[in-house]
C-alpha cells in the first residue's frame, strides 16, 4: 500500500475517494445523513480554505484517504483541520498513522504549529488520535431542535419576554456596513470559549466569513439585540443550499456586561419567529455545543434543543506528530 498525495485528484480519484467516505460512513453512520457524491466533490474541489489530499491506494483502489485543511495564508497561528478515513477492513495496518505522517510534513511545509480533528466520542478516532500526540481541547455536544414537536406558543411567549431596553435588528447574508465593526467586538467575547482559535475578529473577517458562506450557496441569517449602537447579543444561522428540512446553527453570543438577563434566548426566539415565516421549509435546527458551556446548554435545552451526539476536539503540537518515514 503506497502513501500518493492528490493534490490536483482526477475524476476517477474523486469517486474513489467518495467510495471510501461511503464505506466509513456505513459502519459508523453516526445519524448524520450518507453523504453524496456531490458533497465529496465540493469538499475536495470546492473553493474555501486551500487544502492538501492524500490517500493509500493499493490493488487499484483507495484504501484510507485524508484531507489538511489549512485556512488563511501559510505560516498563519491558526491550527490546521485533519480528518483521516480508513476503509474499516483495512484499520490496525498502520495506514491512519502513514497518512497523519505525510499530513505532519503538508503541515511543515505550511509552516503550522499546530493541528486539529473533530471526531466523535467512543470512535477508534480517540484511542489513534490520544496515541499521536494529540489532546482532547473541547467537548462539543450535538444537539437537535425539532420544531414541529415545539409546544405551540413557545416561541411567541419568549418573544414577548423582552429584556428591557434592547432592540432586535437582523439581516441576511453579510452584515450591513455599519454594524460591522459592532459584530467583530461581540464576536470577540465569544474567543472565551474556543482560545485555540486565535486570530482576533474585525469587520474584514466578520464579512470574509459570510462570503465564504454565501459562494458556497448557502443563506445566513443573523439576528441582533443592540444597545444603542453596540451588539449586546446575536446568533447566526444557516440555511443550506437545496435545504432538506435541516438548518445549522452558527454562532451565539452575549457579550460579558449583558449576560445574564435572557438575551441569548430573546434572539434565538427572535430567529425561530423570522424562520418560521422566511423560510418555512426548515424542520430542524442543528447546533454544537461547548460541554462546559452550561448557560449555552440550559437557553438550547429550554427551547427544545436535545443532545444527539457527543463530538470532541483533538489537537495536537506540529512536533508532538509522527514522522515520515
Ligand atoms: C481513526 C482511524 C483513522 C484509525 O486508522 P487506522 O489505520 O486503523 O489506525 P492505525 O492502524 O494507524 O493505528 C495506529 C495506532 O492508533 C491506535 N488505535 C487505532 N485504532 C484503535 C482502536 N480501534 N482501538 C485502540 N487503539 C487504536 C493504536 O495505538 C494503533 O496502534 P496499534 O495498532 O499498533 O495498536 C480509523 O479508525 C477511521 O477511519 N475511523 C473513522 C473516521 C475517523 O473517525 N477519523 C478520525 C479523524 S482524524
Known amino acids: 500500500m503506497d502513501v500518493i498525495a492528490l493534490d490536483d485528484p482526477t475524476a476517477a480519484q474523486v ?36 487544502l492538501r489530499l492524500w490517500a493509500a491506494a493499493g490493488d487499484g483502489r483507495l484504501a484510507a484517504v485524508a484531507v489538511l485543511r489549512l485556512p488563511g495564508e501559510p505560516g498563519a497561528v491558526r491550527p490546521a483541520e485533519i480528518d483521516i478515513k ?49 489532546e482532547c481541547v473541547l467537548t462539543l455536544r450535538g444537539m437537535l431542535l425539532r420544531l414541529d414537536e415545539m409546544p405551540p406558543g413557545r416561541v411567541a411567549r419568549l418573544l414577548a419576554e423582552a429584556p428591557p431596553g434592547y ?11 455599519e454594524h460591522a465593526s459592532a459584530l467583530a467586538r ?30 458556497r450557496g448557502d443563506d445566513l441569517y443573523t439576528v441582533a439585540a443592540f444597545d444603542g449602537s453596540a451588539i449586546a447579543g446575536f446568533t447566526e444561522v444557516v440555511v443550506p443550499l ?24 430573546w434572539v434565538k426566539a427572535a430567529m425561530l419567529d423570522w424562520l418560521a415565516i422566511e423560510r418555512p421549509e426548515v424542520r430542524e435546527i442543528e447546533t454544537d455545543n461547548v460541554g ?30 509522527p514522522a515520515f518515514r
Not at 98 to 107: N, Y
Open 292 to 321: 462546559d458551556n452550561t448557560h449555552m446548554l440550559a437557553v438550547n435545552e429550554e427551547l427544545g434543543f436535545r443532545v444527539e451526539r457527543e463530538s470532541l476536539e483533538y489537537q495536537a503540537a506540529v512536533t508532538a506528530l
Open 167 to 177: 432592540r432586535l435588528v437582523r439581516w441576511q447574508g453579510v452584515v450591513p456596513d
Open 86 to 134: 480508513v476503509r474499516p477492513e483495512d484499520r490496525r495496518r498502520g495506514l491512519g498513522r502513514r497518512l497523519l505522517a505525510a499530513a505532519a510534513e503538508g503541515l511543515r511545509a505550511d509552516g503550522r504549529s499546530s493541528v486539529i480533528a473533530q471526531v466523535l466520542a467512543g470512535t477508534p478516532a480517540v484511542p489513534f488520535l490520544e496515541s499521536h500526540g494529540f
Open 186 to 215: 461581540v464576536k470577540t467575547a465569544m474567543a472565551d470559549l474556543a482560545e485555540y482559535e486565535g486570530t482576533p475578529w474585525d469587520a474584514d473577517r466578520v464579512r470574509e466569513t459570510a462570503e465564504v458562506v454565501a459562494k
Open 15 to 50: 469517486r474513489q475517494w467518495h467510495d471510501v467516505v461511503t464505506a466509513v460512513h456505513a459502519a459508523d453512520p453516526a445519524g448524520e445523513p450518507a453523504p453524496e457524491p456531490e458533497q465529496t466533490a465540493e469538499r475536495l474541489l470546492g473553493c474555501g480554505s486551500r
Open 242 to 265: 437545496g435545504c432538506a428540512g435541516r438548518a445549522a446553527q452558527y454562532d451565539t453570543a452575549v457579550a460579558p456586561e449583558h449576560r445574564g438577563r435572557r438575551l441569548g434566548i
